[in-house]
T-cell receptor, first 114, second 112 residues
Framework: DTGVSQDPRHKITKRGQNVTFRCDPI?????LYWYRQTLGQGPEFLTY????????KSRLLSDRFSAERPKGSFSTLEIQRTEQGDSAMYLC????????????FGPGTRLTVT | GDSVTQMEGPVTLSEEAFLTINCTYT??????LFWYVQYPGEGLQLLLK?????DKGSNKGFEATYRKETTSFHLEKGSVQVSDSAVYFC???????????FGTGTSLTVIP
């Protein structure tokens, strides 16, 4: 399978704990995006990378959230001191720069904060 | 700011019925417009897109036409199948932007 993959698919954590999600984009894609989707809503943009550079961050991305893409391949999204409001599906997408229309999405990581 | 307003669901149709899911947008300039579909337990898949006014996107029997004058991109299919049951999202990509703006999604259930 050469699509976007995300790990884990599901994560249950207690409030106050830190969690980290991983996204592996399509191998030749140099752009990687993170979105958050809450129940009954469409995905909302969080941040994106071109290669290893984080080029844009939404104001939704509070100080407790940090994303990295150290070698321009996979990316991690860490949430520190989780809150119940962080419960959502976290989606990753990738694309080629110059073909920004074509974003391919992964299956998502569903986070539940108890 | 840029936004998408999508017809609320859920929508339940009988097999072979005609489908319309309304989508209107607010944006400056000429954004690109998309329909994504999300099947249960799966990620979003691009269904179709249109990048300029009067373009028609089509795929798997679904169609949508980019209407600048009414700022709309309604999704249609002439004869739905049970396998079309999914959540459908309208989205826009601003001309000078890199992030998608999604609607809230419309859940479609097709019954035999």
């Amino acid at each position: 399978d050469t699509g976007v993959s995300q790990d884990p698919r599901h994560k249950i954590t207690k409030r106050g704990q830190n969690v980290t999600f991983r996204c592996d984009p399509i191998s030749e894609h140099n752009r990687l995006y993170w979105y958050r989707q809450t129940l009954g809503q469409g995905p909302e943009f969080l941040t994106y990378f071109q290669n290893e550079a984080q080029l844009e961050k939404s104001r939704l991305l509070s100080d407790r959230f940090s994303a990295e893409r150290p070698k321009g391949s996979f990316s991690t999204l860490e949430i520190q001191r989780t809150e119940q409001g962080d419960s959502a599906m976290y989606l990753c997408a990738s694309s080629l720069a110059g073909t920004k229309n074509e974003q391919y999405f992964g299956p998502g990581t569903r986070l539940t904060v108890t | 700011g840029d936004s998408v307003t999508q017809m609320e669901g859920p929508v339940t149709l009988s097999e072979e019925a005609f489908l319309t899911i309304n989508c209107t947008y607010t944006a400056t300039g000429y954004p690109s417009l998309f329909w994504y579909v999300q099947y249960p337990g799966e990620g979003l898949q691009l269904l179709l897109k249109a990048t300029k006014a009067d373009d028609k996107g089509s795929n798997k029997g679904f169609e949508a036409t980019y209407r600048k004058e009414t700022t709309s991109f309604h999704l249609e299919k002439g004869s739905v199948q049970v396998s079309d049951s999914a959540v459908y999202f309208c989205a826009l990509l601003p001309l000078a932007g890199n992030q998608f703006y999604f609607g809230t999604g419309t859940s479609l259930t097709v019954i035999p």
